[in-house]
């Protein structure tokens, strides 16, 4: 089993968070089959403020390569991400395009 955290921004307006969180209250299924289907088992999204953080764990197959070409060829997820483009904004150090950042481990307690 493999464990990402990423972070992302949505736009400082509480209007358009809430209704980016009302839009995860009921994902299109077509996402979430889209999602299962990459072998990602568990995804999570915490939000404070305006910054959020998804914790995804995958089976070992999983790769963001594959999810990303998957993700490419479905015009319904295509849909949802440009949808969902309207509330978000990309985090300051964020290349051209690039939404959901992977976040460093810098800690584990054993």
Request: proline fraction near 5%; aromatic fraction near 12%; hydrophobic fraction near 45%.
């Amino acid at each position: 089993m493999k464990r990402f955290c990423l972070a992302l921004d949505l736009k400082d307006d509480p209007a358009l968070i809430a209704e980016y969180e009302q839009y995860h209250v009921s994902v299109w299924p077509e996402i979430a089959e889209s999602i299962k289907s990459s072998g990602i088992q568990v995804l999570d999204i915490y939000r404070t403020g305006n910054r959020m953080f998804m914790i995804i764990e995958a089976d070992d197959q999983f790769s963001f390569e594959k999810k990303g070409a998957m993700d490419a060829a479905n015009p319904k997820v295509q849909e949802w991400e440009t949808l969902m483009w309207k509330f978000q904004q990309a985090l300051p150090w964020a290349k051209p395009g690039e939404k959901w950042i992977l976040m460093k481990k810098i800690f584990e307690l054993k």
